[in-house]
């Protein structure tokens, strides 16, 4: 009787392309997949306040970032929901168009909240802020939420992510 051991095995790059591999659609390829919550974390000060609304530019612009490496296929509306420093999404996506000069970005990008009103905080884990903001959010292909932990009750716990996820998922 021949009993043969399989050896566990990983992939390694440059193998042949596993069957399915490669076949996902984007938002921003090869980075963030349609219909999917991606999540930019980083150490302070590292540049995701900057990153984030250059990548929410390339999508609505269907543009290339960096030197074209990662591309939208179409332009889509993007809803950017900052919870601080509104003001400064608002002029960093200025810097980014002066440098970029992608009309179609600066039609498909809504900032919530206006940063010229008052700002009373948002809590994305209750139904009255969704209901707020539904239409917003309707016309919306791709959505940036920056900062995660200022759209909830204080802390990013179980309960919290399943809440969020709740309404993310809708």
């Given at each position: ?11 390694k790059?440059?193998?042949?392309m ?71 999404v ?58 995660l932990?200022?759209?909830t ?13 709740f309404?993310?998922?809708?």
């Amino acid at each position: 009787r021949d009993i043969s051991i399989i050896k566990p095995q990983g992939w390694k790059l440059g193998d042949p392309m596993p069957n399915g591999a490669g076949k996902a659609k984007y938002q921003l390829e090869p980075i963030i997949p349609e219909a999917s919550v991606s999540l930019l974390y980083s150490a302070p000060g590292v540049g995701k306040s900057w990153l984030a609304p250059l990548i929410a530019y390339a999508i609505a612009g269907a543009i290339g970032i960096p030197d074209g490496r990662w591309k939208a296929r179409s332009p889509r509306n993007c809803l950017f929901i900052s919870t601080e420093m509104t003001a400064q999404v608002v002029s960093r996506l200025d810097t980014i168009h002066r440098s970029l000069g992608c009309q179609e970005a600066v039609a498909n990008i809504t900032i919530y909240p206006h940063p010229d009103k008052p700002y009373h905080g948002i809590n994305l884990e209750e139904e009255e802020t969704w209901d707020g903001i539904r239409e917003l959010i309707a016309d919306a292909d791709f959505i940036v939420i920056d900062h995660l932990t200022n759209v909830t009750k204080g802390d990013i716990d179980s309960r919290s992510w399943k809440r969020l996820w709740f309404f993310l998922d809708r």
